[in-house]
């Protein structure tokens, strides 16, 4: 019985590990105002952060459209998740740009740190 319960154990902690590597990923997609950048940040296989490092929207609905998707995606361990209402382009944006730095997560050979 012990046997199984540690066994239980040990798959739920491996399981929860994450599927990333760890590193920060960068990634781009077009804005309605130009492009897009991000920085994912993975630490323990898991995403712990995104940075906006360039900003395509050239709006005020970007920053709190990035605020949102950024939260999300930290919670769901994902880059699809639902757009910010009001702001759907610029979500879409984001996320794409999320995707594309996520897609590069365990093929760098040199994993980066985040720009200032």
């Excluded at 046997?3 to 902690?13: F, Q």
């Excluded at 296989?45 to 459209?65: K, M, T, W």
């Excluded at 930290?74 to 699809?80: E, G, H, K, S, T």
Aim: proline share 3%; glycine share 18%.
């Amino acid at each position: 019985m012990l046997t199984m319960v540690l066994g239980s154990a040990l798959l739920a902690l491996s399981c929860s590990a994450g599927r990333y590597a760890d590193g920060v990923y960068r990634g781009s997609s077009d804005g309605d105002a130009g492009p897009i950048a991000v920085a994912v940040e993975v630490r323990g296989g898991r995403i712990v952060g995104i940075l906006s490092e360039g900003q395509g929207g050239g709006h005020g609905l970007f920053d709190g459209a990035f605020a949102g998707i950024e939260k999300a995606v930290v919670a769901r361990q994902a880059w699809d998740v639902d757009a910010i209402a009001g702001a759907t382009v610029s979500s879409e944006g984001i996320k794409a740009a999320i995707k594309a730095a996520l897609e590069t997560a365990g093929r760098q050979e040199t994993k980066g740190r985040p720009g200032p």
